[in-house]
Structure formats: structure tokens, C-alpha cells
């Protein structure tokens, strides 16, 4: 999952904005810094944003050599896909089902202390009906 960053350079700046994330901005000296930081922004920005219970936006489509792609860190993304294929199943349910503790359910859809292992992930799929892709690009 990724967010387009606008970068324009600004009095010798690279500033970085996200159009459809208006509350993040960051900057950097130079363009690979500029990417850095809005990598850094835009993860513990939503990370945030997802555990204090805020939903993401789904991401727009920008074209143009101003617009880059920064990707979430993957135990966001995790996070976040667990609770959105839980929908209105209780996490004590799910727990049950994984045969784990309730807390151990809670921390894979807490982003900050998500660290599922692939076997967690298949049984998940599995209880879920769904199917586990691991894609390396």
C-alpha cells in the first residue's frame, strides 16, 4: 500500500506534501533525504492516525515526475488489513479461533506491536477464508 508524495523544490528545499493526506508535510536538503523523510512522516503518522482508531484514506492516483510513491511499512499494512477482514468479529472470537490469547490478537492489530510470523498468517488466511500472498517486487 502506498501514498503519491508531491516534492517541489522551494528556495533550495525539497518540500513534500501528500495530497490526500493534507496534515503531513516534511522536507529534505536534498531529493533522496526529502524521500527519507516522507517515508518516515507518512509511517509514523498513520500508524498513529490507525491505532487511536482513525481509518486510512483510500489513496488517488497522481501522474507527473513531481508525485513519488512511499510505501507503509508492512506491519502497518497488516495491521490495518486484519482489522479491516475482522470487521464486526470480536478479537476474543478471533483469538479463540487462532487458539491464542485475546492480547496476542490484540498486538497483530496494534501497528506498533504487530510482528505476526507466516505460520500466524496462514492460519489467519485460513479462519478468514482467504487466500496468503507473499510477493517479493
Do not use: W
Given at each position: ?23 503531513i508535510n516534511t522536507f529534505g536538503e536534498t531529493i533522496d533525504e526529502a524521500l527519507i523523510n516522507a517515508e518516515e512522516a507518512l509511517n ?94
Open positions: 500500500m502506498f501514498y503519491y508524495a508531491k516534492i517541489e523544490k522551494e528556495d533550495g528545499t525539497y518540500v513534500v506534501s501528500f495530497p490526500d493526506l493534507p496534515n509514523g503518522s498513520l500508524e498513529s492516525d490507525f491505532e487511536r482508531g482513525f481509518k486510512f484514506i483510500k489513496p488517488k492516483k497522481y501522474k507527473g515526475n513531481k508525485f513519488y510513491k512511499i510505501y507503509l511499512q508492512l506491519h502497518i499494512v497488516i495491521s490495518y488489513n486484519l482489522r479491516k477482514i475482522r470487521a464486526k468479529k470480536s478479537q476474543i472470537d478471533i483469538a479463540k479461533k487462532l487458539g491464542i490469547s485475546y492480547q496476542a490478537y490484540q498486538k497483530l492489530e496494534n501497528p506498533r506491536k504487530c510482528n505476526p510470523t507466516v505460520k500466524t498468517l496462514e492460519k489467519i488466511a485460513r479462519i478468514f477464508h482467504k487466500e496468503l500472498e507473499v510477493n517479493f517486487k
